[in-house]
């Protein structure tokens, strides 16, 4: 009969620890899904400069040769690893110059196609010049 009492326990233990599986996933999942109320659907907050200014920025700008760019330094200088949110090493001024070529190249689609191409280094010559 005690071998039937062992059996039990191993049940009950083995049922004890899928609750607390199920538990931990649940919890993870709900910690994972928080996304801060002020971001809306298809953006995401960016922290940029040396006073961490935060913008929101659409996710559709990630996939432009220059935000790629971008993120290329912030893993050269923050790795992969990084706690938080998204940290680019760019001065904001210029960050703000590149969200406002970009706005403009999203909204007229006829320099959408060269829009592409263009470079870090170009928009910050346009934004000396004043043509952004």
């Not at 432009?64 to 001065?91: R, S």
Request: glycine content about 6%.
């Amino acid at each position: 009969m005690s071998t039937g009492c062992g059996k039990c326990s191993k049940i009950r233990h083995i049922v004890r620890l899928r609750q607390m599986l199920r538990r931990w996933r649940n919890r993870a999942a709900m910690s994972s899904r928080r996304v801060p109320s002020d971001v809306p659907a298809g953006h995401l907050a960016i922290c940029v400069g040396a006073s961490c200014r935060r913008f929101i920025v659409r996710t559709a700008y990630l996939n432009h040769p220059v935000f790629k760019k971008l993120l290329v330094q912030a893993e050269e200088e923050y790795g992969f690893g990084n706690q938080g949110p998204l940290t680019i090493p760019c001065d904001e001024s210029l960050f703000e110059e590149i969200l406002r070529f970009l706005s403009r190249s999203d909204s007229s689609s006829s320099s959408n196609a060269a829009s592409r191409f263009v470079d870090l280094e170009d928009i910050q010559r346009m934004g000396r010049r004043g043509e952004l």
